[in-house]
């Protein structure tokens, strides 16, 4: 690869790579405001802050969209079509990043893209008052005016993309290459076999003991040195990076450079979930360290591929070499040790492969077993596409929702905190982002699977904590690559199949049906 | 006064009212960015986060220096000699701060002024370094890099202001209205009387037992606990801000939203440094939360009065107030039960005002004595004129200061870490800074002259630990007005005179010479 200082044959694409790394310095200075206002911030500095996030996003969309820019990709296209062979893969997939970051901009205005960046910081604390007070009426001012502006800008892009439809126009911004076609299709074979799958699984586990829960007090720095060390031994890279603990909902993000993971603040009755917070963040942390930085820093190629790569990447981690038999030999007697409880039939690795493979229908989704958390992310898909569609009405969430819990899983919520209310994304404007998890846990069974054709003893490998080869299979195959391919020709090349769900039904399969 | 976003007559003006607010929300941007770095920040984005900082204010620079922005000046300028009775005092003087800035930035380019932000705040890092390793060479790397800049900017400076030297012009920068020739005069009256007083105290104190020394182990927690209910009992917003300890030096600095106070971390041998850091970053403090916000925010007019009453205001709390008996009377028996150190003689009241007014000519510009002090900034004022007007090399650095600080206080520093690099100051380019200190002290005690006459029963009140009165007095008369008037207008309105070294001067007599 090229460095990114030097200059490429075309002049207009060496300026524009010049105005693009100014952005990318912006957007990372948004990172830290971000993050500061979520971990440090003095509280009074809220109204002060959103006003200066969504200051700085309007100055990017103004050094984004303007005719300098257009005039210059324009130029370099130009260039692209005349010299071809000057053209290294790299800059060809950099150049077509900036025409879709460009035109994605260029859709918003000014006013809209500000109004936006302010509900989407102001969405957290929205969502955790209403979540703290159960109170749906909050809720419910805050999502009538994101669906608002979630709208307009759904129009805006489905037009401007030829989308499906306003849902489908959302989506994309989440999935590129995604089409809402596609997903209801994956989603449909999914359903179908999961259907089937749930019961027999419920039924074969009816058979055993239940097993000891995981209910002592756990010291919250004993929980944060283990989750710190999980990071450690996967090779999230400290000096670049750290794991938080906030009040807030969990939140993933930063730059290679500075890697800043959140999770909720630790529970001390039951380190099990605050682990599980830190290896899906940890997934996500690995992924953006990993990404290109020496030689194309803040350049659009250098970018992850979007939300639902994103999610596999923290479901690699978390569910397929977080809920093997071998990463809880490799945990339990060191857990015994920390917490200070030798034998502890709860602290045995078949017990914690037991609880964390136990699939039992509930109401929320962060404490789902892999299978029933799929009808998780189907009910909000179909929710959230009614919303932007205008075939549902804000006020009939709270109903609608238990309703179709209840088709699904059987189980109703007790009030709205432990239903509608318990997701932060819908907030802060991420409509279209739901199927990125049950997307994501698809692609990540799929990787998972050439994983362990690829790594040498990976199961011994992880019964001894020696994880760092399979961080570096995924930065080498996956996380150096940023946008260059899309998602399909990536995973077609690796894997030799387009993304599908059978992979996921395969492992789901073998894990709960097959010998354990 | 009038609303900010309130319409002004003058169409120019309401415009230049848009513009630096949106400046300011970027410095705010800067502030937010400057603290993350030195308190949060993981070492690894250090590279990276620096460009992004030198990167904001380039941008500052292009948003304040452009024909726009001297255009609308003129206009506004026009307008108020057409209508003087439509331009109330505030928007004179928020028009008059305007100008000064546009010109300040307006003298230096861009290259420059980034190649400047990347050196502050490089400085730290550097200076750190060469301190913890009392390596001179570190550092004079690092100097001659920032002389070089500061020579160009002063020269800049000094045809723009008519500027009585290169010198003058930077001294400016810092205490506004000043004159080199004015400070000389003062500072001399200070030297030929200090030269007097300080045999005269150090003899009266010969005569003494020494102070029971404080070495004990005093918990970090404990002497931070105490640190933050002494800002709250003086009024400081902890919604606001906060108190937080560093590997760094001390810095001030935030916005009356965000005022985060950032000292060195606590010494558990000694809680009285990390106090005397706490009292005057907390006069900084009040001083920044005092600040017009509601109607001004981010104008220019709304900022502080430079560094000169700044250090004023920090030095009234540390200095003035926090060394009374009183003070002490109120600490002592509370400290007692903070360390579990029952009838401590360290901690008695008396000789805690034993340790703070002992004295005693020393190498440590911190840990100095309040006459002492005075000789520390002398020194350095000199040397820094020296070298600004390039009467003396930067080779020459450690050597002239152990002499010169021998010739005034008969003392030898042990090494360099002990002599030229314990200020932080040159390595962040504050050259012109340091008579601020000696200016804030007499400002400082020509105010707690005034403020005894205003407040009843004001001692009692700080024995009683009862504190926001004193605030109170120092808000309204200083931080509310920001930048209306010029540091001789206010103290002329307010105390009868202009500064002068005399209240100083009495100050000391008293406390030293006194009934103690």
Redesign the interface.
Known sequence: MSRQDQEHACKAYTELKSRFR?VG??E??GE??G??FL???????Y???L??IA??YR?IQQDLVNKDVQRLIEDAQDHEEAYPNLWSRENHANLREMVRVYYDHSLIGEELMEHNARIINEGRRNHKAAMERNDWHIAKRHLTEVLDVEKRIAEKKMRARGAEGLYDALLQDYCPGCSLSQVEKWFGKLEEELRILLPQVVDKQSGRMAPVPVADFYPAESQMWMNEELLGLFGF??????LYQTGHNPVEGG?P????LVIKSVDTDNFLDSMKSALHELGHGIYIQGLPRAKW?YQPVAKDMGAAMHESQAMVIEMMIGRTREFFNFLAPRLEGLFHAMNDPALRADNLYAIKTRVRPGTDRKKADEISYFFHILLRFRIEKDLIESRMNIEDLPKVWAERLHDMLGVFPENDAEAVLQDVHWFVAKFGYFPSYTIGHMIAAQLWEKMQTDIPKIFSRIEEGDFVPLTQWLTKNIHAKGRIYSMSELLNDLTGSAPSPDFLLAHLENRYLGDG
Not at 39 to 45: F, K, L
Request: no cysteine; aromatic share 6%.
């Open positions: 100014d310095r912006l990372a200075i830290v405001l993050r500061d971990t440090a911030m003095p509280e009074g500095a109204k002060s802050r006003a200066q200051y700085l100055r890279d400290f000096e670049r990076g750290g730059t450079d500075d890697t800043r820093r």
